[in-house]
């Protein structure tokens, strides 16, 4: 693999007081209520960039504009409501062409009977896993997102929708352990704009148990069974472990009996077999703020390469129909890929944070890599994106209309 180097650019104290008498007059002006932090969360977002296309086709040009906002009240001692909602309003050419998505990501009700139990019952974005590019274990992001805005990992895990399910946790000292229920509501997933689409997030009953035991400061591990309605139980694991000051190592595996990727966006032959889904890799953080992650991401559900191959050069409709049945479970299409991610904090100067990211098909050599520079205020960022999607025609990558996308993304926090 051809490698890709990223450049990253980069209270007051009180005096002591003398005696008492000036503690007493310090007290006295002392105000009287202290302000508290509100239960809204909210901030709007706008983005204008070009899309240069493949295959002939001119060059779009395209504006954004978002609003994301979230209302966190505690109601009553132990009682909690959270609700958590995006709007987005995409445009092609000057507004000739708008779509609009509504994701309501989270709005459930938390009961906290004590202080080592949890009971949660609503609609949750429920995200496990320990690696960065891809989760084996995180089975509720199926179907889960409406609206895409950007490749990085870290917004695809919250833009998403959350599933209405009840929740219950229990808590002890270096342990835990979660179940959760998730019924069936809906069968089919919706396209209007401000649907709540269940069919997308609940067309099945699915359960999680899980549960953690710290073994010692540095180990931690998770274990943990899912189930879903007309398949069989998969087993989970994510592992994380301390190899010194700077280096994480971290391992995330799923299996179990299923049927494979081609079965299930073609209806193919039934291949009914015992599957395992791995990403493991290290993450490295420099004195000066940097952190790299490196990424290995096995899908044995997934093609290898002469399937894979074989796929491309077949039916254009059965190719189009396995790529966007992956990109809706997001799933690798092929068994083994690469996944780098790195971020440099104050890069250079203060406030000015560089993110980095590269995807890499080892079945054929198709890359997307991306590249992001953001600089914060206190209450507003402006951020410069790049990406390019690489490879020969018909690779997981080559094959994207999108070849190149620069875009300029302003956002400001209430």
Do not use: C
């Amino acid at each position: 693999m051809r490698s890709l180097l990223f450049i990253f650019v980069a209270v007051t104290s009180i005096p002591a007081l003398a005696d008492d008498a000036d503690a007493l007059q310090l007290a006295d002006k002392a105000p009287a209520s202290v302000e508290t932090a509100s239960n809204w969360h909210i901030f709007t977002e706008g983005a204008l960039g070009t899309s240069e296309q493949r295959y002939g086709l001119p060059t779009l040009h395209t504006e954004r504009w978002s609003l994301d906002a979230q209302y966190d009240k505690a109601l009553a001692p132990g009682w909690r409501l959270l609700l958590s909602d995006r709007l987005d309003i995409t445009s092609q050419d000057k507004f000739d062409h708008h779509d609009t998505i509504n994701t309501l990501k989270e709005s459930y009700l938390s009961w906290q009977q004590s202080d080592d139990q949890i009971v949660d019952l609503g609609r949750i974005n429920v995200r496990n896993g320990v690696a960065t590019g891809y989760n084996p274990t995180d089975y509720f992001r199926t179907n889960a997102l409406r609206s895409v805005v950007s490749v990085d990992p870290i917004s695809l895990k919250k833009n998403r929708l959350g599933s209405v399910m009840m929740r219950g946790q229990k808590l002890w000292d270096g342990g835990s352990l979660t179940a959760l229920y998730s019924p069936k509501l809906e069968s089919q997933p919706s396209t209007a704009p401000f649907n709540a689409d269940l069919g997308a997030t609940n067309n099945e009953n699915r359960w999680l148990l899980s549960t953690s035991k710290k073994l010692s400061d540095n180990l931690t591990p998770q274990w943990m069974i899912f189930g879903e309605a007309h398949h069989a139980p998969q087993l989970g694991a994510n592992l994380t472990g301390v190899l010194n000051d700077s280096t994480v190592a971290f391992a995330e595996w799923s299996g179990g009996r299923s049927r494979s990727l081609r079965y299930q966006a073609l209806n193919t032959a039934d291949d009914y077999a015992f599957r395992s889904r791995l990403a493991t890799g290290l993450t490295y953080t420099t004195t000066n703020k940097i952190t790299l992650t490196l990424e290995y991401d096995y899908n044995g559900a997934g093609l290898n390469q002469h399937d894979w191959d074989a796929l491309r050069r077949g039916s254009p409709l059965a190719y189009g129909q396995y790529r966007l049945y992956a990109q809706n479970i997001q799933d690798p299409v092929t068994r083994q890929s690469l996944f780098f991610f790195g971020t440099w904090q104050d890069a250079l100067i203060n406030h000015l944070d560089i993110s980095a990211m590269q995807r890499f098909n080892d079945a054929d050599h198709s890359r997307m890599s991306w590249l992001e520079g953001r600089y914060h205020w206190d209450h507003a960022d402006l951020a410069l994106q790049w990406q390019l999607n690489s490879g020969n025609a018909g690779s997981e990558f080559g094959a994207l209309f999108q070849q190149r996308i620069v875009q300029v993304v302003g956002t400001y926090f209430f």
